[in-house]
T-cell receptor
Framework: GENVEQHPSTLSVQEGDSAVIKCTYSDSASNYFPWYKQELGKRPQLIIDIRSNVGEKKDQRIAVTLNKTAKHFSLHITETQPEDSAVYFCAASIYNTDKLIFGTGTRLQVFP | ETGVTQTPRHLVMGMTNKKSLKCEQHLGHNAMYWYKQSAKKPLELMFVYNFKEQTENNSVPSRFSPECPNSSHLFLHLHTLQPEDSALYLC?????????????FGSGTQLSVL
């Protein structure tokens, strides 16, 4: 069946450094790739998404890149801050369904 | 506040109990979802409703029974659960088809089955 693999499972960085989280997906027809951030004890919230007709999207310190040929996409956070500490989930759509398949999450810790 | 409200926030139940989880969205969305979140596992889609019609049932055991009386309300009825069903149950809504739309999540119900 369709799946999404996410790496690393944990990531620790110093404040100000960059963080990169990578995901690969199996369904070549997937066309929507969102990223959700879940702070401890809170609900997941969408931080950025990308559709298959573009290769990169940026929103201030956050960017997502998509390589459709290799079927992988990545989240890039620059100038990390302690408030970026959270679990980040990637996801990929299943073509022509209401389904999103999520990755297992990456726990990011940003140390001051 | 995202406009998706779930009750109760916490629930402890025995394996023979019957309980219900409630979700309400105030965003005017057409689709609603139940997700299960267990430790060290991906978010698992359980059910999807589009315009009150169930469009996805992700091979969920029959001890979980969803109900969607209208586009704003979603219930998950629980009976004869197992300890492995203990998890955070998240409700979400979206404007259109969830595979391509932003999901708005509720705060979840933390369920413990004894």
């Amino acid at each position: 069946g369709e799946n999404v693999e996410q790496h690393p499972s944990t990531l620790s960085v110093q404040e100000g450094d960059s963080a990169v989280i990578k995901c690969t997906y199996s369904d070549s027809a997937s066309n929507y790739f969102p990223w959700y951030k879940q702070e401890l004890g809170k609900r997941p919230q969408l931080i950025i998404d990308i559709r298959s007709n573009v290769g990169e999207k940026k929103d201030q310190r956050i960017a997502v890149t998509l390589n459709k040929t290799a079927k992988h996409f990545s989240l890039h956070i620059t100038e990390t801050q302690p408030e970026d500490s959270a679990v980040y989930f990637c996801a990929a759509s299943i073509y022509n369904t209401d389904k999103l398949i999520f990755g297992t999450g990456t726990r990011l810790q940003v140390f001051p | 506040e995202t406009g998706v409200t779930q009750t109760p926030r916490h629930l402890v139940m025995g394996m023979t109990n019957k309980k219900s989880l409630k979700c309400e969205q105030h965003l005017g969305h057409n689709a609603m979802y139940w997700y299960k979140q267990s430790a060290k596992k991906p978010l698992e889609l359980m059910f999807v409703y589009n315009f009150k019609e169930q469009t996805e049932n992700n091979s969920v055991p029959s001890r979980f029974s969803p109900e969607c009386p209208n586009s704003s309300h979603l219930f998950l009825h629980l009976h004869t659960l197992q300890p492995e069903d203990s998890a955070l149950y998240l409700c979400a809504s979206s404007q259109g088809q969830g595979g391509n739309e932003k999901l708005f999540f509720g705060s979840g119900t933390q369920l413990s089955v004894l």
